[in-house]
């Protein structure tokens, strides 16, 4: 069965191409905001593996430091958090690969004397040097990402 391309279908396809494309143009150029509302900052990408990085939760500024640096790949190590609010918990927090998803790995924060402290441990990659992401949700809402370098 062949069916003649007429002028008429070509008119509908290249309809259906305009419409297209300007959804992807519209997409493009007006779905991001240029400035973020400030309870809608969420990331803060700070380099765990050579220094402690600063947060701010509820406007309290908050340490967070890892213990034992540097980090190897399938060794235990410390994170600790000081400082903030005490009455903002971190209610959720896990570690996950940066360039190359290995699973969520779950961190469990105790409370100790102005801060938190949790253990964790990350898997060895087929690359010397893997970079991961802590993530942390607070009990007010707000989250921050951390970057961690591993060494295998």
Known sequence: MKERLTS????????????????????TWFSASPTMKAEGKNDQICDLSHSSCGLLIDDK????????????AEHDFVLRLQGGEPTITPVNAWLEG???????????F???????????????????????????????????????????
């Open 98 to 108: 940066k360039e190359m998803f290995m699973g969520r790995i779950p961190v469990q």
């Open 61 to 72: 500024p908050l340490t967070v430091a890892v213990d034992g640096s540097p980090v190897k």
């Open 110 to 152: 105790d409370a100790i004397d102005g801060g938190w402290q949790g253990r964790a441990q990350v898997g060895s990659c087929t690359s010397t040097t893997m970079t991961w992401l802590l993530n942390l949700e607070w009990s007010n809402g707000q989250r921050q990402q951390l970057a961690l370098s591993v060494v295998r």
């Open 8 to 27: 008429r279908k070509i008119g509908h396809l290249t309809i259906v191409m305009a419409i297209l494309l300007s959804l992807v143009a519209y997409r």
